[in-house]
Structure formats: structure tokens, C-alpha cells
């Protein structure tokens, strides 16, 4: 008897859905861990880490650009930089 339910939903039976993604719980639990405190400490020294060794592998060992063309000889490329 809502005199806004027009508003709120257009199906007949009158229930509004609202959509959620299987693991949208741990999303937001990451989200929430990334935005403390100590999650913002710990990413500042992520440039140091994990983005640097991407930078050394783009730059230092031909990563720029693929010499091959499909996903297993991209892959056979990366494996024989990393084992170099």
C-alpha cells in the first residue's frame, strides 16, 4: 500500500532485486582491509615490489612486446626470461 512503490520497482509482483556477485562479501572485506590503515602502509611499498619487477621485466628483459603470437608461446617467452 505504498503510495511510492512506482518508484521503487516496476514488476508485478512487487519486489525489488537487488543483485549481488557470489563473492561480493570478500570484495568488500578487501576493499575494506585495503583502505585501512595498515592496508595504505602496505601499499605505498607495493611500487617498490610488485611493480617494479613488472617495470624490469617490460624493460630489462623483452616483455614490451610479444616476439610470439598465442597464449603458449607468450607463456614459453615469459618462462625462458624467468629462467634466464
Known amino acids: 500500500d505504498c503510495p ?3 518508484q521503487c520497482t516496476a514488476s508485478k509482483n512487487h519486489v525489488k532485486v ?3 556477485h557470489v ?3 570478500f570484495k568488500e572485506q578487501l576493499n575494506a582491509n585495503r583502505l585501512s590503515v595498515s592496508g595504505k602502509e602496505i601499499y605505498k611499498h607495493r611500487k ?3 611493480e617494479r619487477s613488472f617495470a624490469d621485466a617490460k624493460q630489462l628483459h623483452g616483455h614490451r612486446y610479444a616476439r610470439f603470437r598465442g597464449l603458449a ?3 614459453a ?3 625462458l626470461a624467468a629462467a634466464c
Do not use: P, Y
Open 4 to 6: 511510492t512503490r512506482a
Open 77 to 79: 617467452q615469459a618462462l
Open 23 to 25: 563473492w561480493q562479501h
Open 18 to 20: 537487488v543483485t549481488r
Open 48 to 50: 617498490e615490489t610488485v
Open 73 to 75: 608461446k607468450v607463456k
